[in-house]
T-cell receptor, first 112, second 114 residues
Framework: AQSVAQPEDQVNVAEGNPLTVKCTYS??????LFWYVQYPNRGLQFLLK??????LVKGSYGFEAEFNKSQTSFHLKKPSALVSDSALYFCAVRDEGDKLVFGAGTILRVKS | DTAVSQTPKYLVTQMGNDKSIKCEQN?????MYWYKQDSKKFLKIMFSYNNKELIINETVPNRFSPKSPDKAHLNLHINSLELGDSAVYFCASRNRGRANEKLFFGSGTQLSVL
């Protein structure tokens, strides 16, 4: 069965600094990896997904993610954080089946 | 136009009652899901339907019964509500054809059982 680990409950970063939100995964076959963001009292919004062959994936709002097969990681990054990026971020993985499994989520707080 | 819509947005009810949450998607997707988000924000899949056929049924009490009258709708009926059912329930949809197809989520239904 597939699983996702987000080792940090919360990440704090100053506005303008780069940010990284970590994610590692476990899946038996090819990994299909996603990042979603959840703002307070809202549903989840898609940020980006891993596409086979592209180790650096670009997504919405200036976010990108780096896929590392040997470390089974898919860390979310942004070169310069904004206060408006503060939200709850979920990493998710699907194997060849239908079930998308989410990590526990990481709260990102960007302070001005 | 809302892609995945859920009603109601808030649901407050007493223990033991029966309630339903409705979900509709206008994206033409063939697969719909219910997820439960608990108080710690952990998201867990409950059910999935593909073209009205149940394809995922996680370890969910049989008090929860999904119903899909057509591929654009997936409703969730909950019998004999318990305190532990209090959570936010999210509906989602996608096309099943490719594993890297993203999920589209509704805005959630916050269920409070008193």
């Amino acid at each position: 069965a597939q699983s996702v680990a987000q080792p940090e409950d919360q990440v704090n970063v100053a506005e303008g600094n780069p940010l990284t939100v970590k994610c590692t995964y476990s899946v038996s076959g090819n990994p299909y990896l996603f990042w979603y963001v959840q703002y307070p009292n809202r549903g989840l919004q898609f940020l980006l997904k891993y596409i086979t062959g592209d180790n650096l994936v670009k997504g919405s709002y200036g976010f990108e993610a780096e896929f590392n097969k040997s470390q089974t990681s898919f860390h979310l990054k942004k070169p310069s954080a904004l206060v408006s990026d503060s939200a709850l971020y979920f990493c998710a993985v699907r194997d060849e089946g239908d079930k998308l499994v989410f990590g526990a989520g990481t709260i990102l707080r960007v302070k001005s | 136009d809302t892609a995945v819509s859920q009603t109601p947005k808030y649901l407050v009810t007493q223990m033991g009652n029966d309630k339903s949450i409705k979900c509709e998607q206008n994206l033409g997707h063939d697969t719909m899901y219910w997820y439960k988000q608990d108080s710690k924000k952990f998201l867990k899949i409950m059910f999935s339907y593909n073209n009205k056929e149940l394809i995922i049924n996680e370890t969910v009490p049989n008090r929860f019964s999904p119903k899909s009258p057509d591929k654009a709708h997936l409703n969730l009926h909950i019998n004999s509500l318990e305190l532990g059912d209090s959570a936010v329930y999210f509906c989602a949809s996608r096309n099943r054809g490719r594993a890297n197809e993203k999920l589209f989520f509704g805005s959630g239904t916050q269920l409070s059982v008193l």
